[in-house]
């Protein structure tokens, strides 16, 4: 097995007998206990991987089958994902230390139903970063400490899902689960040079996820090959009873599911929309700008129409998530849900936070939930994501709109837009990561996943860390 083994690759080892399950967790223990000290991407790691392994093992000499599409697969969890183990679920928080979950999170489940093994929770910006916008650091979290980028230990490994991208990144997993309200599937993938997936809201389950505001959270994959994360969300999008948001998830997902939009040809006629202000006016590293118009050219070449120079109707405004009053919602959401927190043991013990600071904990506590004024806001943002994206969309009838980076993720978030990033480059000091981010309507994920892996085929750009 090479070291960075795509799915499709470790499925075919255990086929032929050349891998086992039991090998495969090894390694990854290894690993963890190897790299994780210095890059803290993992904050618990599951004691009963091993048994697990081997029942795995066992399983497929009897009835190999008969076995699931990530059968003997190692998964990674954000440290919000609900799991009912011997792990814990804290949001990277002391307060959370002992409560338990009264049953696996809805992905958990499907996780284990398809034949993958949890191997672990991993690290992120404690509570999301909602603990402090501003005093703690993106990665930061009481249990794990400081989150490290495997590729620029200087730069920042992006949040909130720090972990699972710091821990695909550098191979103590090929698969992990993060989730997203604002930009926290797509920054750190962005940032640690991966692929990030994120889901249309309602596509994925939350049932059993600490949440943080759930009209806007999702579910969803991060791994280092567009493939591989088609084939986790193939296997964790769907209804399920527990969160009435997914109730529509059916209508959303192609008969046949994603695996068949792993297409090379993917970007031929396909309409790509590139919004270049505010979003390729900033950036500030050559070799990133270099390699965006590189790839609007590979675009054209693999037959794609650019539509160039469009832009958003109100963008600035909503770039700014105080000024559009998003951060608003979030608070009054996050106060909510955080009280409706269902554990067997305790809620929060919020005096366990420590000294660290929690300005945004406090100002959270401190609303009242959706009322007058909240509700003048999510209006304006719906006018914003309807007459901004969603209008650019359909008003040039585009499959995707093309940025760089993951600056434009606060346009997918107040729409629940789905959105894919891709590995494009390093920047030209200290080797930051940096991606190309395709964002689409409302249960676009087929073309979007087309266009992301037509363009990891041609471009191939990720380079594995030297770690």
């Not at 994902?81 to 230390?97: P, R």
């Not at 527990?242 to 068949?260: H, K, M, S, V, W």
């Amino acid at each position: 097995m090479a070291e960075e083994s795509t799915i499709a690759e470790i499925q075919a080892a255990f086929a032929t007998g050349d891998l086992t399950a039991a090998q495969l967790v090894d390694f990854y223990l290894r690993r963890i206990a190897d790299l994780n000290p210095a890059l803290r991407g993992v904050v618990e790691v599951n004691p009963a991987a091993r048994r697990l392994a081997d029942e795995s093992d066992r399983e497929r000499a009897i009835r190999p089958a008969a076995l699931g599409r990530l059968h003997g697969i190692p998964v990674l969890l954000k440290d919000t994902i609900g799991t009912a183990d011997e792990l814990s679920t804290t949001a990277g928080s002391y307060a959370l230390v002992g409560s338990k979950v009264r049953r696996d999170a809805g992905v958990v489940e499907r996780l284990r139903n398809a034949g993958a093994i949890i191997l672990g929770k991993c690290s992120m910006s404690e509570w999301y970063k909602f603990r402090s916008l501003a005093g703690v650091p993106d990665g930061w979290c009481a249990r794990a400490g400081q989150g490290v980028n495997p590729y620029s230990p200087s730069g920042t490994p992006g949040g909130s899902s720090s972990g699972p991208a710091i821990s695909v990144a550098a191979n103590m997993a090929a698969v992990a689960l993060g989730t997203e309200t604002h930009s926290s599937i797509i920054t750190p993938a962005d940032h640690n040079s991966v692929v990030g997936i994120k889901p249309t809201v309602g596509l994925t389950s939350r049932a059993g996820v600490i949440p943080m505001t759930p009209r806007w959270d999702t579910v969803g994959p991060i791994c280092r090959t567009v493939a591989d994360a088609v084939c986790v969300l193939d296997v964790i999008a769907g209804p399920d009873p527990r969160d009435e948001a997914t109730i529509d998830a059916g209508n959303f997902i192609p008969a046949g599911g994603y695996l068949q939009f792993l297409n090379e040809n993917g970007l031929e006629g396909k309409r790509l929309g590139v919004v270049r202000h505010p979003f390729v006016e900033k950036i500030h590293d050559a070799n990133e700008l270099t390699a965006f118009e590189r790839h609007i050219n590979t675009f054209r070449e693999k037959g794609g129409q650019v539509i160039d120079n469009l832009e958003i109707a109100q963008v600035g405004s909503i770039l700014d998530p105080h000024h559009s009053g998003e951060v608003s919602i979030m608070m009054a959401d996050f106060k909510t849900s955080l009280n409706a927190i269902a554990f067997n043991e305790s809620n929060p013990d919020l005096e366990k936070l420590g000294d660290y600071d929690q300005a945004t904990f406090i100002a959270a506590e401190q609303t009242d939930g959706i009322g007058e004024h909240e509700k003048a806001v999510l209006t304006r943002l719906e006018n914003y994501s309807r007459n901004g994206f969603e209008k650019l969309m359909k008003e040039h009838e585009l499959d995707a709109m093309v940025t760089p980076g993951s600056r434009a993720c606060p346009v997918f978030a107040i729409g629940g837009h789905p959105a894919v990033t891709v590995p494009a480059g390093y920047a030209t000091d200290g080797g930051m990561p940096f991606g190309i981010c395709f964002g689409g309507l409302k249960g676009s994920e087929g073309k979007l996943i087309e266009i992301a892996y037509a363009f990891e085929m041609a471009t191939k750009v990720r380079v594995r860390p030297s770690l």
